[in-house]
Each structure stands twice: as C-alpha cells, then as structure tokens.
C-alpha cells in the first residue's frame, strides 16, 4: 500500500493534469512541502493552518513559528534525506532517540525507535535516560509532556514548530481562567456534605502544558482517550461536577458512557457570557463541555458507517472517542489508538474492519495485519494536517544540528508549570477503576 504521502500526491497531479482524479484529499496544499505553507503564512500576514487556524481563532503573538529551515533541506530529494538522516542517526547512536507518533507519515515513521501514542511516546522515551536529546515526532503538546516527564538534562525538539494541535488550541489558558472563574462565582468553593467540591477541572492529554498545570493546582487530573472513563470516576468520587477541556466529543462520549444524561452536559463556548448557558443549567450541570473538536475525528458520521455496513455485511466499525456521539454510538466499539490497535491484533479469523480514526494509523494497520481488510470509514484522504508538517527535510535538519553540536527547535516548559503539570499526570497514574 502507498504512503498517505504518495497518495496525495496522485491525487494532485492527476487532478492538474487530467482535472479529474482517483480519490479525493481534504487539502490538495499537503502535496507541497510544509515549508511552502510557512511562506504562504508570511506572506498572507495570518496563518492559513496551524495552532488557531482551524478554530479560525487568530494564533496567539506567542505562538511558535517555523520558517528556518535552511534551502538545503528543502531541496534535497527524498533519497538525499533518507542518506543523511540514516547517518546522522547512527552517528548519534544512543544519545537521540526518535519518538513517531500513530498519526505520523510512514516517510518519518521509518525512522522512529518508537511508535505509539503521545503517553506511550513520553513514557518510552524514559527507558532512554541516555539519550540527550528526544526527537518528538508527533505535535507540541506531545513534546510538551515529554519535556515534563523527561530529566532537565534531556532536550525534547520538535522537528517543525508549526507542528501544534488545532484541537488544543481552541482551549487556551486565558479562557479557561476566566471560565474557572465565572463557575466558582456562580458554585462557590465549599464542599457539600459528603466532602465533593463544587467542581473538578478534567484536561484530555491534548492540552497545553499550561492546561495541565492548571488542573494540577486546582484540584484537577490529566487523562488520555484510553483512561477518560476512569479518570472521571475519580473525578465524581471528589467533585459534584466536572470542567472537561478541550475536546467536547471524548467528554461527552465518557460521560454518556457512565450514565450521566446529556441535559446535563452544557457546553461552554468561551465567546460567550456563561459559555453560552444561563446559571441554572450550569447548576443543574454534572459535566461542562469545552466547546473543541478535533479536526481529523469530526469528519466521521454515520452515513460512512451505514454504507461500510450495506458494503460489508459483517464489518467491524470500532471508532475514535473523538468522533461525534452519533458516531461512537453507531459503531460497534470505540477507544483509543492503542484499543483499536489491540482489537485488530486481538482477532484470530479474518475480519473486515473500518476505522475511524487517523488515515496514516489506519493504513499502517492495513499493511500490518494483510489477514484483515482494513480501511478508513472517511473516503476522503485527510491526515492530521499538523503532525504532518514533520517533513523528512525537518527530521534531517535538526539531526544533522545535534551532530554539529547544535540544538535547535527545543521545547522547554517553565520549571513552575512543569511541577503543577506533574501533579495533574500523576494524579492521572495514581487513579484506578472503582
Ligand atoms: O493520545 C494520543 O496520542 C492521541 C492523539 C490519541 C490516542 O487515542 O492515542
């Protein structure tokens, strides 16, 4: 099977040359190399993809920015990198580790030590001590978390700053503050008369760094898509309600799951007074949506499911708990990358399965179990367009640095966020399932 990569890159050419095409992507502008996008961003004077761009937020002044990569990296074929990312690497040895993340491009992925999720990725890169420098190849809030969990003497470099997390982005620390601060207006702080404070901050492992320290100084907890359900028990055991942030689909999916009824599951719009409620229903409240998606994960709907099922009677539909409702609830299991993973490894018969999660993770499984069919519910070819700013010319770049004794493009979080953040990951480690 050709990479996701090649696959868009048909379907552009044969789109200009012919004006029709075989298949279609969501974004002919990721044949280019990323490094493309940048100048249009500059130029534009506003950023056409990236953190804010598609929650058509305008990115914070804070925001970091690519645009450095020298000519050289840009120009050179794929053969060239692919030599010179070999010898960098085994010129460092043990001393860089290189993390890919499930959603990456097979044209990185290649050259990974490890594969999985943002949570495995940061937890692997533990059992290297030795290596000074982490190469996270996967988004910043990744890199972020690695930072937290990794000594001080690691550097965590993300290959393409420009590489952040739409989803993320849509909940940023000012907004959360000051939602914070308008709930404990209207709930108060005292605890009611089995000890449950009026509320507990809950941040999906897709969050800022500054998110999780937020959670770790008010009482709250980190979790991923494969303990959501867990960690709002704990939360329940210790909060009459919960602020869930960003992604409003793994909130609700989770909360529905434990019976909690969606009358009872507002959504906060953070441009709007009270989220968009009014106080009663906030009071009535046990869980508050942030009002984030992810971009790769709303593109699913039911009607991808009902026609994998009239095509291939039998078919297997496990989705993402990013997915709308609808479509978690139309499937016929969901859970996180590493459940659908375990799922497909899991069956002995040859199966049909469709997917609905990230195309890259999709097709990797697809080459993996060849026994299976395996193929993404979303006919459209639509990667997670930020983690694949990670172009090779990037991974060689910042390679070929830390061999001339360089680093470049560290991600540093500030010592006082790290310590809050840590708590929140650790509170995280430390809950069971009741
Ligand atoms: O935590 C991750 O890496 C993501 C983005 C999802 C998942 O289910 O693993």
Known sequence: MSSVNTAIQLITREQAEQGTANGSTCSPALAKGPWDYDLAEALAGKPAYGPGASSADVAPPETPRQGQLPDEYKRASDEELDVRIRAAKATLGD????????????????????????????????????????????????????????????????PNL????????????????????????????DPDDDGRVPIIPVTYMNSSAALKAFCGRNGGIVCTSSNAKVVLEWAFERGQRVLFFPDQHLGRN???????????MPMWNPRKELGGNDEQSLLDSRVILWHGFCSVHKRFNVGQIEKARLDFPGVNVIVHPECPMEVVDAADS????????????????????????????????????PQHTIFCLDPVICPCSTMYRIHPGYLAWVLEE?????????ITVDAAVQDNAKIALERMLAARPI
């Not at 830390?402 to 560290?410: E, S, T, Y």
Request: overall charge negative; proline content about 3%; aromatic content about 8%.
């Open 402 to 410: 830390l061999v001339a004794g360089r680093i470049v493009n560290r």
């Open 95 to 158: 001393r860089a580790v290189i993390l890919g993340h499930f959603y990456q491009r097979d044209e990185v992925v290649q050259y990974a030590d490890f594969l999985g999720d943002s949570f495995q990725l940061a937890n692997a890169a533990l059992t290297k001590p030795d290596a000074e420098a982490i190469i996270f190849c996967g988004v910043h809030f990744m890199a972020e978390t690695a930072d937290v969990l990794s000594t001080p003497e690691q550097a965590v470099i993300l």
């Open 334 to 369: 969901a859970g996180s990358t590493d459940f659908i993973q375990k799922a497909i490894a899991a069956a002995t018969e040859p199966t049909t399965f469709a997917i609905g999660t990230e195309i890259n993770m999709v097709n990797r499984l697809a080459a993996e179990y």
């Open 254 to 264: 989770t909360a529905k799951s434990l019976g909690v009824p969606l009358e009872q």
């Open 162 to 189: 420009a590489a952040g997390c739409s989803m993320a982005d849509m909940a940023d620390e000012d907004s959360v503050e000051e939602c914070w601060e308008q709930l404990t207006e209207i709930f108060g702080k």
